[in-house]
């Protein structure tokens, strides 16, 4: 339950407390501390904190401050004053977009470049999506899936909507637990060739991927004649796989 709360922008302690008074229903700090099990200290900065996001309200008996949570309704509140403020972030943003891309466009002379982590593997295949054209590659189904986690299912909508086909070899192992995604052909190699290393190859592009959990990594190529290089190499192994 309390792995819910973080997702809307509680800490760790902000959540326990809340737990805490919930069960309590009015306590003073010293019993939230106890019954929550997070540091005294701890407790009067979580408690500040949800005082300030309006969900805890307080009262002064006997010269003693009793703290009490509001509704839970509240939460649903900060959930769509959150997706109104995003709104507004991307309606001002794509008012920006026009010259950040042209900006980005007269900064592509370079002809490789490295993206590090998790969200670099999500740029590329992000890039994949705006270039807007069916695209090629081979590497393990299965790992990418687990790297990539929710965004990997997020892709494959965005995908189909941009009506992106693509071509894969994967892994015989992959066979076993992906299934078949709208607008795709694939096929499938011996488990004994495959490897952490994946390919995309797509317009002008080719990305090289290190499908690895602990740091991934990915090397695109901006080239024409590199990208039909590897063209020509992957209609060989389609050739070779199995369906």
Known sequence: MESVLYKIGMTRNEAKVYMALLDLGTAQAGQITEKSGVHRRNVYDAIDRLMEK??????????????????????????????????TIKK????????????????????????KGTEGLKT??????????????????????????????LFIIKRVKAKIRLRLIYDEASRKTLKK?????????????????????????????????????????KNKAIAEGYRKYFEVMWKAAKQ
Not at 93 to 111: G, N, S, V, Y
């Open 124 to 153: 590329v295949f992000e890039d994949i999506i705006r270039t807007g054209k069916d695209y090629i590659g081979y590497g393990q189904g299965q790992q990418l899936e687990k790297v990539l986690k929710h965004y990997f299912r």
């Open 181 to 221: 995604n709208p607008l795709s052909d694939l096929r499938y190699m011996p488990d004994q060739y495959s490897s952490r290393a994946a390919l995309r190859i797509y317009g002008d592009k080719v990305a090289i991927l290190l499908l690895s959990e602990e740091e991934p990594l990915a090397i695109v190529i």
């Open 54 to 87: 309006g969900l805890l309200s307080f009262v002064i008996v006997n010269s003693k401050k009793l703290f009490s949570p509001v509704n839970p309704k509240r939460f649903l509140e900060l959930v769509e004053e959150k997706k109104f403020e995003l709104d």
């Open 92 to 115: 001002d943003f794509q008012k920006i977009l026009p010259e950040l891309e042209l900006k980005a466009a007269m900064q592509e002379r370079h002809d490789v470049r490295f993206y």
